[in-house]
């Protein structure tokens, strides 16, 4: 049952393979040229994988530490992840001790997958959905330590790598337009985005943003579904 989990899930994540892997050498490169081995490369992508956040977190390895503009940093980097939880609740009732990984992996890219696959018939859930999480979150793992080694070893030009991250996000903004019809909830997100950041300034405007866009999109899923 386990090995049938494995051969369902490995192929739905090898695009997230070729993202990651160049991702995660991108972070290893900056981690790096800010002094640090291939270890920390190791304990940050395993203990935090926050993909964004760590690309963040490298500033505030270097800097002095502040408690608090570090949990609102981080809540607000990745605010996200709340509605990702919630969405998921259903879908993560029934997978056991495998639940706390689950929740923990739950990236943009293991979030997209888990919500478009459905095991085969035969395939057990609970283990389709960990071996998703599990192996991307080892290519991002894989791909850190590369960076970082290769940083330590090559001397690198770091400027402009931590736009890697904001690269990826426009990539699946731009297929998920293409491939979708209905193009309201992406025009919703942009305009609330855009809205709160001039409204907020930098500080505020992701949490408030997807607070509106949450009750924005439940709002249109009622009325869509009462039509």
């Given at each position: 049952?386990?090995?049938?989990?494995?051969?369902?899930?490995?192929?739905?994540?090898?695009?997230?393979?070729?993202?990651?892997?160049?991702?995660?050498?991108?972070?290893?490169?900056?981690?790096?040229?800010k002094g640090f081995h291939a270890g920390w490369a190791v304990f940050m992508s395993?203990?935090?994988?926050?993909?964004?956040?760590?690309?963040?977190?490298?500033?505030?390895?270097?800097?002095?530490?502040?408690?608090?503009?570090?949990?609102?940093?981080?809540?607000?980097?990745?605010?996200?992840?709340?509605?990702?939880?919630?969405?998921?609740?259903?879908?993560?009732?029934?997978?056991?001790?495998a639940k706390p990984y689950l929740i923990f992996s739950l990236t943009d890219e293991?979030?997209?997958?888990?919500?478009?696959?459905?095991?085969?018939?035969?395939?057990?859930?609970?283990?389709?959905?960990?071996?998703?999480?599990?192996?991307?979150?080892?290519?991002?793992?894989?791909?850190?330590?590369?960076?970082?080694?290769?940083?330590?070893?090559?001397?690198?030009?770091?400027?402009?790598?931590?736009?890697?991250?904001?690269?990826?996000?426009?990539?699946?903004?731009?297929?998920?337009?293409?491939?979708?019809?209905?193009?309201?909830?992406?025009?919703?997100?942009?305009?609330?985005?855009?809205?709160?950041?001039?409204?907020?300034?930098?500080?505020?405007?992701?949490?408030?943003?997807?607070?509106?866009?949450?009750?924005?999109?439940?709002?249109?899923?009622?009325?869509?579904?009462?039509?």
């Open positions: 049952m386990i090995k049938k989990a494995f051969r369902a899930a490995f192929p739905l994540t090898l695009p997230v393979f070729m993202g990651y892997l160049f991702l995660g050498i991108a972070f290893g490169v900056l981690l790096s040229s395993v203990a935090i994988y926050a993909g964004s956040m760590q690309f963040v977190a490298i500033d505030l390895l270097v800097q002095p530490f502040h408690l608090l503009s570090t949990v609102l940093l981080t809540l607000t980097v990745n605010a996200r992840h709340l509605f990702y939880g919630l969405s998921m609740l259903d879908k993560f009732r029934d997978t056991g001790k293991t979030y997209s997958l888990l919500c478009s696959a459905d095991p085969p018939e035969g395939v057990s859930r609970k283990w389709f959905f960990f071996f998703i999480a599990a192996l991307d979150h080892l290519y991002w793992i894989l791909g850190s330590v590369i960076g970082c080694a290769a940083g330590n070893l090559i001397p690198f030009d770091s400027t402009g790598i931590d736009f890697a991250m904001t690269a990826l996000f426009l990539v699946i903004f731009t297929e998920q337009w293409e491939s979708s019809k209905d193009h309201t909830p992406a025009i919703l997100g942009v305009l609330f985005t855009v809205l709160c950041r001039v409204l907020f300034g930098t500080d505020w405007f992701i949490p408030l943003a997807m607070v509106c866009i949450f009750v924005s999109l439940t709002a249109y899923r009622k009325k869509e579904a009462s039509l």
